[in-house]
């Protein structure tokens, strides 16, 4: 019954963002996988993802905010017991006044009263003695996955399958913004207990790519090109993270420009899309003899590495 505002250190008025800024860096500290010899370890980032649940879900975090529930979700207790001195402000004969309603002194049968409030059946419903909420039966445990998705996959928001190991198939959507270390909660998916099942947690792994590299949101690209089409410029066939594009290049492009294609990267979490950043790297042709002969018949005007001071 902690308090989730303590358990992920935010404050009370905490944005979504600073609460889910919290929850990612205790959850990668106190992750399963790290902690395999701290079983603590594993209980605390189990009440730091219950925590993270309940605040993100602006409902249960207002029903929290007014006390109407717990920090575990279940409803607070809408008595404040008072004895029969002057601060319970006792009722006569013995019994007791809170929030507006007086129960009967000796001899009154309260549980007609609680099974109208809660609907508790007698003789054994939901309240245990001393009118204490009897705790609902426990859920499964949660489990932790953790799935590797392919670069273009992730900057695309391809769906990916996992398969639970029940054997039961799950087609999950990535997130806007994802990014190694990315954290998806899969409700109910975790393992059967006797109040339902627990919840699954899935951590994202984006894979490499072999020639593209991700800059925050942006695509980096290094794009061979002949001379000719650096000297004289043209339309270039060149890879995105989706289909290839015709890259305009100017006429007398240098090695090491770097062209925009817009939209052509990540999915941002507010919306909109990244860019693809390509730089020209110019390949020359080894032992081209009539290239050779041409360089030491012709000399480039000016000195390039004048901006340097050399």
């Given at each position: 019954?902690?308090?989730?505002?303590?358990?992920?250190?935010?404050?009370?008025?905490?944005?979504?963002?600073d609460i889910k800024k919290a929850y990612r860096k205790l959850a990668k500290e106190l992750h399963p996988d790290r902690n395999k010899d701290n079983p603590k370890a594993a209980e605390r980032f189990s009440q730091v993802t219950s925590a993270y649940?309940?605040?993100?879900?602006?409902?249960?975090?207002?029903?929290?905010?007014?006390?109407?529930?717990?920090?575990?979700?279940?409803?607070?207790?809408?008595?404040?017991?008072?004895?029969?001195?002057?601060?319970?402000?006792?009722?006569?004969?013995?019994?007791?006044?809170?929030?507006?309603?007086?129960?009967?002194?000796?001899?009154?049968?309260?549980?007609?009263?609680?099974?109208?409030?809660?609907?508790?059946?007698?003789?054994?419903?939901?309240?245990?003695?001393?009118?204490?909420?009897?705790?609902?039966?426990?859920?499964?445990?949660?489990?932790?996955?953790?799935?590797?998705?392919?670069?273009?996959?992730?900057?695309?928001?391809?769906?990916?399958?996992?398969?639970?190991?029940?054997?039961?198939?799950?087609?999950?959507?990535?997130?806007?913004?994802?990014?190694?270390?990315?954290?998806?909660?899969?409700?109910?998916?975790?393992?059967?207990?006797?109040?339902?099942?627990?919840?699954?947690?899935?951590?994202?792994?984006?894979?490499?790519?072999?020639?593209?590299?991700?800059?925050?949101?942006?695509?980096?690209?290094?794009?061979?090109?002949?001379?000719?089409?650096?000297?004289?410029?043209?339309?270039?066939?060149?890879?995105?993270?989706?289909?290839?594009?015709?890259?305009?290049?100017?006429?007398?492009?240098?090695?090491?420009?770097?062209?925009?294609?817009?939209?052509?990267?990540?999915?941002?979490?507010?919306?909109?899309?990244?860019?693809?950043?390509?730089?020209?790297?110019?390949?020359?042709?080894?032992?081209?003899?009539?290239?050779?002969?041409?360089?030491?018949?012709?000399?480039?005007?000016?000195?390039?590495?004048?901006?340097?001071?050399?």
């Open positions: 019954m902690a308090d989730p505002y303590q358990t992920l250190g935010v404050a009370r008025g905490a944005s979504e963002a649940d309940l605040l993100t879900d602006k409902d249960k975090r207002a029903r929290f905010d007014r006390g109407e529930i717990d920090g575990d979700g279940n409803p607070a207790s809408p008595f404040g017991y008072g004895g029969g001195g002057p601060r319970g402000g006792g009722a006569p004969g013995g019994g007791f006044r809170s929030q507006g309603f007086e129960f009967g002194g000796e001899g009154a049968d309260m549980s007609d009263i609680f099974e109208g409030l809660f609907g508790g059946a007698r003789g054994g419903g939901g309240f245990s003695s001393g009118f204490g909420r009897r705790s609902p039966p426990p859920r499964g445990a949660n489990v932790n996955y953790r799935l590797r998705v392919p670069f273009v996959d992730a900057a695309t928001l391809a769906p990916q399958r996992i398969t639970l190991p029940e054997g039961k198939a799950v087609d999950l959507k990535l997130p806007a913004g994802v990014e190694t270390g990315t954290q998806m909660r899969l409700a109910g998916k975790g393992e059967q207990g006797p109040g339902g099942p627990g919840d699954a947690t899935v951590e994202i792994e984006v894979e490499p790519h072999r020639f593209f590299t991700r800059d925050g949101d942006d695509v980096r690209l290094d794009l061979p090109i002949t001379l000719n089409e650096a000297v004289l410029g043209g339309k270039v066939r060149t890879p995105t993270v989706e289909n290839p594009v015709m890259l305009t290049i100017s006429p007398g492009t240098s090695s090491g420009k770097t062209l925009r294609l817009k939209g052509k990267g990540f999915h941002k979490k507010g919306g909109g899309r990244g860019d693809q950043l390509v730089t020209v790297m110019i390949e020359l042709p080894k032992d081209d003899e009539a290239l050779r002969r041409f360089v030491e018949d012709w000399q480039q005007p000016g000195n390039p590495r004048a901006a340097l001071g050399v």
